[in-house]
């Protein structure tokens, strides 16, 4: 596609419940990540896939989170029993490997 | 998670001046990369960074990369009410060890006509 995509725009949940964001990166791209953008805060890396290896998880706050990527292209972020604290902007991005990142419009997750 | 330090926060300036904010690490980086963010979207590259000590320019934004490979500052001339948003540093280790980007605080800037 012309740029990264991600679903839905805008999610309001309930403590305690799971939720799926999704992202579709650019079209070739091999390389996808994840980042977190709390209120009035910069952007906290997540995870990241390259190709077929294994993904770097080391920025994923707790065990509730998860992300997969399947056949090498759209991604899925699952939290799992959602609190408050989760509430955020989470943004995805693609690149070529090694190239520039290019995010997508976020998805805005509320935990009420 | 880690992030940047980044200065300064805010900036209230008047179309037309010039605009300065940096960016400091403890940690050393082989890229710095400059991004904007406009409300509701997410980051755009402004400017890249590759080499420690380069000066590199994009219309009216010039940035440099420190020498000591832990600090990048942004300039911004002549600033235009469209140069409204967040700017945010970023540094990469790349070369194969990780391509995560680290982020600064961000800095706030807002443009009066």
């Known amino acids: 596609g012309a740029g990264v995509s991600q679903s839905p725009s805008n999610k309001v949940t309930e403590k305690g419940k799971d939720v799926e964001l999704r992202c579709d990166p650019i079209s070739g791209h091999t390389a996808l990540y994840w980042y977190r953008q709390s209120l009035g805060q910069g952007l906290e890396f997540l995870i990241y896939?390259?190709?077929?290896?294994?993904?770097?998880k080391s920025g994923l706050p707790s065990d509730r989170f998860s992300a997969e990527r399947t056949g090498g292209s759209v991604s899925t972020l699952t939290i799992q029993r959602t609190q408050q604290e989760d509430s955020a902007v989470y943004l995805c991005?693609?690149?070529?490997?090694?190239?520039?990142?290019?995010f997508g419009p976020g998805t805005r997750l509320l935990v009420l | 998670g880690q992030q940047l330090n980044q200065s300064p926060q805010s900036m209230f300036i008047q179309e037309g001046e010039d605009v300065s904010m940096n960016c400091t690490s403890s940690?050393?980086?082989?890229?710095w990369l400059w991004y904007k963010q406009d409300p509701g979207e997410g980051p755009v590259l402004l400017i890249a960074?590759?080499?420690?000590?380069e000066l590199t320019s994009n219309g009216r934004l010039t940035a440099q990369f420190g020498i000591t490979r832990k600090d990048s500052f942004l300039n911004i001339s002549a600033s235009i009410p469209s140069d409204v948003g967040i700017y945010f540093c970023a540094g990469q280790m790349g070369g194969g060890a990780t391509n995560k980007l680290i982020f600064g605080t961000g800095t706030l800037l807002a443009v009066q006509p």
């Open positions: 940690s050393i980086f082989n890229t």
């Open positions: 960074l590759y080499k420690a000590g």
């Open positions: 991005a693609s690149s070529s490997t090694g190239g520039t990142q290019y």
């Open positions: 896939f390259q190709g077929n290896s294994a993904p770097d």
